[in-house]
């Protein structure tokens, strides 16, 4: 599918499943966005992965957001590639993402998200969230941003080349997660962030060359447990 720029942004709303099948490319051009409401099916295979990706490498497309419509509402992402998104704002919402989750029981497995222009690779927000053997690299700023939500993530790489002195690896606000058997590595401010009394588990997981490993950024302290 080539989204241009002729064609304009677009907007999809169904009472149903919205199925993307495995092999799927969806190339978008600069600044267009793409919006399903309802419910995802995403079912890429390891040979054959749905890509999001920008249709000129020199420019970046807006966001592909997924909005449920009520907490029963959910995406089922399975071998997903995005890369070259960046922000928008669009049918009411600023979404600081290429790739923006709300208000949905969300599964991500087996895919990345990469090359970012937007403040993170991956937003999520009123979600209940799973993220299994998951990358996230080289996003301009966070590579995820999940906010109010509660999140198992686990058996994921966190990582960047950027130089942003403020990105961070996970950024979580008001959200209970259990963190297992993931990396964050050379992150210029934090690995993982803490903030607005989220409360974390973490186990095994390993952080190498950050300038913090794990830190909150407002006043009330979170909470978090090791094992």
Known sequence: FCLSRGLGD???RQKYTTTISAGAVFLMDKGINLMIKGNVSIEGSPDKMVVVKSLHEQSNFGTFSIIGK???SHAMINNL???GGGESKHMGHYFTSQ???YFSNTTIKNSTFEKSSGDDGLNAKYCKVLIDSC????NKADQVDIDF?????SNCYFSTTST???????DLSGSYAQITNCNFTNFLDKGLSLGEKSKVLLSSCGFQDNASAVSYTHLT??????V
């Open 164 to 170: 942003d002195s403020n990105g961070d690896g996970l």
């Open 149 to 153: 939500s509660f999140l198992n993530i």
């Open 10 to 12: 677009v907007y999809k």
């Open 135 to 138: 990358t996230f690299f080289d």
């Open 99 to 101: 790739f923006a989750i």
């Open 221 to 226: 302290l979170p909470t978090i447990y090791s």
């Open 81 to 83: 590639k995005v890369s």
């Open 70 to 72: 009520d907490n029963s």
